[in-house]
């Protein structure tokens, strides 16, 4: 099983901006309001950049990674690619967070890099490194020799451009086969999460697009809530949110661009929710503090907890007035409906009763009845399937594993960065 692709496609039109060190592209749509994310900034087109920032640093060893050095142009390039996959602009107040980021992806690099060399089989070909930028290219809308060149144009060296993407072929295919046993979904955890959405179908939730600043990862929650910060104002000032979240983000979600998909009322953390309650669709967080780390949430869409829900009955049926209390028994197959459509009796008994079981005496102006729900399921056209939630799920799987064998990889490294 081949995993979702970490980098992404960087739009033409800010690779074309990338023309010289430093500089990055601004959007020519107006600034929204502070706190709100421009819905056009994946397409919007691109004007010329204010002075930027010059890289402040040396070419000499910027840090170490068992016997694998790190230096100053390492770190430059893979700024350069950070910035260009985001149109993060490079600031007197973010630079900092922009080098902090590479540094962490380059150690990242390395660790992944040696571990690969232990694999004989997973050695990645230069076909296969071609066949990923070709893929990139289509997301952008390009050739690949376009691709390549604009990189090349905002400064980014190919070799070293493709000796990143080979690293992560490498990686995903890695992790892809070592943990594709214990990555497996069972079909008891796909009815639990069907269930627990058929069950949370009519509570309030909320689309929604996160990224999650890992304390830890950054030099401490200082640095974690300053970076929050300023990647909050380059959103409001028009980079990209799925961008900005593939490479910025540690949650699982940001292979997705983001995208944690509808969160119900109640399943998440107080400051969380309390921040889905108050944002408006379309608008943007402030920096919110959790144990280990902040998050910046982009509320996508929100409802109220309509969403249609299905439901197959049965009812015995004692065809007298509601206050008689023995009858000859009719049943009935009740099919399956939408509980919205049902008798206000029968709602609460669709609703709450557990599949399977057999109510206690309902009244309705018909007679006396005993329900038995058989099944229930979310209707709609944005009710997932049983193979979407399958999915989900051993995809975060993989991205939990990968994430934990990094971190012990990390955690048995000697890492020395130069001050």
């Given at each position: 099983m081949r995993l979702m692709r970490y980098t992404t496609g960087v739009a033409i039109a800010a690779l074309m901006a990338c023309?010289?060190?430093?500089?990055?592209?601004a959007q020519t749509a107006p600034v929204p309001a502070a706190?709100?994310?421009?819905?056009?900034a994946e397409e919007a087109p691109q004007r010329a950049p204010t002075a930027a920032?010059?890289?402040?640093?040396?070419?000499?060893?910027i840090a170490t990674v068992n016997d694998r050095i790190i230096t100053g142009f390492d770190l430059r390039q893979r700024m350069l690619v950070l910035m260009a996959m985001t149109q993060v602009q490079p600031t007197e107040e973010n630079i900092g967070a922009i080098q902090q980021q590479a540094l962490n992806?380059?150690?990242?690099?390395?660790?992944?890099?040696?571990?690969?060399?232990?694999?004989?089989?997973?050695?990645?070909?230069?076909?296969?490194?071609?066949?990923?930028?070709?893929?990139?290219?289509?997301?952008?809308?390009?050739?690949?020799q376009n691709y390549m060149t604009f990189l090349e144009q905002g400064g980014i060296r190919p070799q070293a451009f493709r000796e990143?993407?080979?690293?992560?072929?490498?990686?995903?295919?890695?992790v892809g086969g070592r943990f594709r046993d214990r990555a497996k979904v069972t079909r008891t955890q796909v009815d639990q999460a069907m269930r627990q959405l058929t069950e949370s179908a009519t509570k309030p939730q909320y689309l929604v697009g996160e990224i999650y600043i890992e304390a830890n990862r950054v030099g401490g929650m200082q640095e974690a809530m300053n970076g929050a910060r300023q990647l909050v104002q380059q959103m409001i000032q028009g980079a990209p949110f799925m961008a900005v979240a593939r490479q910025f983000s540690a949650a699982p979600s940001a292979a997705r661009g983001g995208d944690a998909?509808?969160?119900?009322?109640?399943?998440?953390?107080?400051?969380?929710?309390?921040?889905?309650?108050?944002?408006?669709?379309?608008?943007?967080?402030?920096?919110?503090?959790?144990?280990?780390?902040?998050?910046?949430?982009?509320?996508?869409?929100?409802?109220?907890?309509?969403a249609t829900s299905l439901v197959q009955m049965k009812q015995v049926m004692v065809e007298l007035p509601e206050t008689a209390s023995e009858a000859d028994v009719l049943g009935a197959d009740l099919g399956e409906s939408d509980v919205a459509n049902l008798l206000p009796q029968f709602q609460?008994?669709?609703?709450?009763?557990?599949?399977?079981?057999?109510?206690?005496?309902?009244?309705?102006?018909?007679?006396?009845?005993?329900?038995?729900?058989?099944?229930?399921?979310?209707?709609?056209?944005?009710?997932p399937s049983a193979r979407d939630v399958?999915?989900?799920?051993?995809?975060?799987?993989?991205?939990?594993?990968?994430?934990?064998?990094?971190?012990?990889?990390?955690a048995d490294a000697l890492i020395e960065v130069k001050q």
């Open positions: 023309t010289a060190v430093g500089q990055s592209m706190g709100t994310l421009n819905p056009a920032p010059q890289f402040r640093m040396s070419d000499g060893i992806d380059l150690i990242e690099q390395h660790l992944q890099a040696a571990e690969l060399t232990k694999f004989e089989q997973l050695k990645i070909s230069d076909a296969e490194v071609d066949q990923e930028i070709a893929g990139m290219a289509r997301e952008a809308g390009t050739t690949p990143q993407l080979r690293t992560e072929i490498g990686w995903r295919e890695l998909g509808w969160v119900v009322q109640g399943t998440v953390q107080p400051a969380l929710q309390q921040a889905m309650e108050t944002l408006d669709v379309g608008q943007l967080s402030n920096p919110i503090p959790v144990d280990g780390g902040v998050y910046i949430l982009y509320m996508r869409d929100k409802r109220s907890g309509a609460q008994v669709a609703r709450s009763s557990d599949v399977g079981s057999i109510s206690s005496v309902v009244r309705s102006p018909l007679g006396v009845h005993l329900l038995a729900v058989c099944g229930r399921r979310l209707g709609g056209p944005e009710a399958e999915s989900r799920l051993q995809n975060q799987n993989y991205a939990m594993l990968g994430r934990r064998y990094l971190r012990d990889l990390r």
